[in-house]
C-alpha cells in the first residue's frame, strides 16, 4: 500500500480493485457447485447428511436431506453448516483499538478519546487496510455479511477528498476483498453535542472529518456513493446519534432512506448522559425525539438501547424497529445491559453486531445476550439455542437490507458457514444438540468453513484471499499507532 497521505485525494488505493472489477467479490460468477453438510441448522432444527446445490448466480438451487454420503463432485463440510453469520454493526477502524483500550480504568468518554486518535490518521489507503484484515477476520469466524456504521467522511480539518465518498469507497472495496458482503451504513454526523436549545453545537476539531454540516450535504454527498455490479454492497444510512444530529436535521435522514427503501441505523442511549443532556435539550428522551421527527420504522434498526423507559420500550416496539444488540462492547465499555426481553416482546427484532471489536466472535454475542441477562435476572433460558441463532443470520440480514439472505432454502444467498463439532469446545453433545453446543460452547476459532455466493471464502480454518491475517491486521494496526 502506498504511505499514508494528508492531502485528499479521490483515488482508491492503488493496490485495490475497484468492488465492480475484483474476481473475489462475494457476487461475483461463480460455477454451481455442491456441498454435502455432515449437519445443518435447518428452519430452527439441526438435520444430518444434507446436501445443498449452488447456482452460477451464487444462489442455493436445493437442499435435500437424507443423503447418507457425499456423492461423487460434491465438496464435504463436516460440522454443523449454518447460514453465514450477520454483523449488523461494525466499525471496522475500532479494531485498533483493541488491547489499547483495555489498560487502566475509565468511560464510555475516555474511550472515545482513545479512538479520536486513531480516526485522525486513517487515510483512504490505511482504511482499505484495516478494512480488509477485519473484514477477512470476519470471514474467518463465519461472518458472511457486515453492516458498517460509517462516519469518517472527509480528510483531517475536514476538507472533502477529490472523491467526497473515497473513505466509503474504500471499505466497500475491502469487503469484496476479504470476499464478505457488506451494507455501508453511511452515517450523518453533523454535531458534537446538543448545543443551547437543541439546535446543537459545531463539530469540534476532532469531529471535523465526520461532519458534512448539514443533512443537505450529507444526503449530496451519501447519494454519490457507487456500490457495485456484481452486487456485494449495498448502501443504507444512518444518524450517528441524537446528540451527534440536531432535531431539526433527524427528518431528512430519514426521508432519504425511505425514499430508497434502505436500511437505517442509529446509535440510541447508549450512554445515560445523552439521555440527561436530551432531557434538557429537547424535554423528551432520544425515542421520543426519533419517534417526532418520523425516524422509527420497520427499516429502522437501534443500536444498543441500553437505558430506556417503558414509554420508549413500547415507541420501538409498536413500531416495529430492529434493536442491535452487541454485548462484547457494551460490557467491554461499561455501558449496561439493555432491556432485550422486553423489546423483543414489544414488538422489536433482534439483531446482533461486534461494534468495537474487543471480539470478533458473533457466536460470543449470541450467547451473551442470554448469559448478561441471566446475571441481571437471576433466572435461565431467555432465549433457545435456535432463537439466537436467528439474530444471528437471519434477522440480522434482514436489518442490513440482505433478506434473501440467512437461511438454508432454495432461492436464497449460497452463504453459510460451518462450525467445528469435534472441537475441544464442541466435542461431546450428541447431533442433535449441535446448535445449543455452538451458541453456548464454541467460538470463532471453530469455524471451519464460511461460503459466500458459492465460493469458498474461508476453508479449513485458512482464508482463501488473505493468506496471512494476522499479518495483515498486524500490518495495518501497526501503522496507526
Not at 1 to 11: C, G, L, V, Y
Not at 76 to 93: E, I, M
Request: net charge negative; charged share 20%.
Amino acid at each position: 500500500m502506498t504511505p499514508p497521505s494528508a492531502k485528499p485525494s479521490s483515488a482508491k488505493p492503488s493496490s485495490t480493485a475497484s468492488p465492480s472489477q475484483t474476481s473475489r467479490s462475494a457476487a461475483s460468477p461463480a460455477p454451481s457447485r455442491t456441498y454435502w453438510c455432515s449437519l445443518a441448522w435447518l428452519n430452527g432444527t439441526v438435520e444430518p447428511d444434507v446436501l445443498v446445490e449452488t447456482g452460477g448466480d451464487g444462489r442455493i438451487t436445493a437442499v435435500r436431506t437424507g443423503v447418507g454420503a457425499p456423492p461423487q463432485g460434491a465438496e464435504p463440510l463436516r460440522g454443523l453448516t449454518v447460514p453465514g453469520l450477520a454483523n449488523a454493526h461494525s466499525h471496522a477502524f475500532h479494531r485498533a483499538l483493541r488491547g489499547t483500550v483495555q489498560v487502566g480504568s475509565g468511560t464510555f468518554w475516555t474511550w472515545r478519546e482513545m479512538m479520536y486518535q486513531v480516526a485522525s490518521r486513517l487515510t483512504p489507503d490505511s482504511a482499505y487496510d484495516l478494512g480488509r484484515a477485519v473484514y477477512a477476520e470476519m470471514a474467518l469466524a463465519g461472518i458472511t455479511c457486515v453492516g458498517e456504521f460509517h462516519y469518517l467522511h472527509h480528510a483531517p480539518g475536514g476538507r472533502p477528498y477529490d472523491d467526497p465518498n473515497a473513505m466509503g469507497h474504500a471499505l466497500i472495496a475491502a469487503a469484496a476483498d476479504a470476499g464478505i458482503r457488506i451494507t455501508l451504513l453511511d452515517t450523518a454526523y453533523l454535531a458534537s453535542g446538543f448545543g443551547r436549545g437543541g439546535r446543537g453545537e459545531p463539530p469540534g476539531r476532532q469531529q471535523s472529518r465526520f461532519s458534512d454540516g448539514t443533512a443537505a450535504a450529507w444526503a449530496e454527498r451519501a447519494s454519490s456513493l457507487r456500490a457495485d455490479e456484481n452486487g456485494h454492497a449495498r448502501i443504507g444510512a444512518a444518524i450517528h446519534s441524537v446528540r451527534a444530529v440536531p432535531a431539526r436535521e433527524l427528518s431528512p435522514v430519514a426521508q432519504w432512506a425511505e425514499e430508497r427503501s434502505a436500511p437505517l441505523h442509529v446509535h440510541l442511549s447508549e450512554q445515560t448522559a445523552e439521555n440527561d443532556a436530551c432531557q434538557e435539550a429537547h424535554g423528551c428522551t432520544p425515542t421520543r425525539l426519533l419517534a417526532d421527527h418520523g425516524v422509527l420504522g420497520r427499516r429502522t434498526t437501534a443500536v444498543h438501547a441500553t437505558h430506556l423507559t417503558g414509554e420508549d420500550v413500547k415507541l420501538l416496539g409498536d413500531a416495529s424497529v430492529g434493536v442491535c444488540m452487541c454485548p462484547t462492547t457494551e460490557r467491554d465499555l461499561a455501558d449496561g445491559i439493555g432491556p432485550a426481553p422486553r423489546l423483543e416482546r414489544a414488538g422489536a427484532t433482534l439483531s446482533l453486531g461486534s461494534d468495537s471489536h474487543a471480539v470478533v466472535d458473533l457466536l460470543e454475542e449470541a450467547r451473551a445476550l442470554e448469559l448478561d441477562e441471566r446475571l441481571r435476572t437471576r433466572t435461565r433460558g431467555h432465549w433457545t439455542a435456535a432463537q439466537l441463532l436467528r439474530a444471528a443470520t437471519e434477522d440480522g440480514h434482514r436489518t442490513l437490507g440482505w433478506p434473501e439472505a440467512g437461511r438454508l432454502e432454495a432461492g436464497m444467498l449460497a452463504d453459510f458457514t460451518t462450525v467445528a463439532t469435534d472441537s475441544v469446545r464442541t466435542v461431546g453433545p450428541a447431533p442433535r444438540m449441535a446448535a445449543e453446543a455452538a451458541v453456548f460452547s464454541a467460538t470463532a476459532a471453530d469455524i471451519r468453513h464460511t461460503v459466500v455466493g458459492g465460493r469458498h471464502v474461508v476453508r479449513d480454518g485458512r482464508h482463501a484471499y488473505v493468506q496471512d491475517v494476522p499479518a495483515a491486521l498486524a500490518e495495518a494496526i501497526g501503522a496507526l499507532h
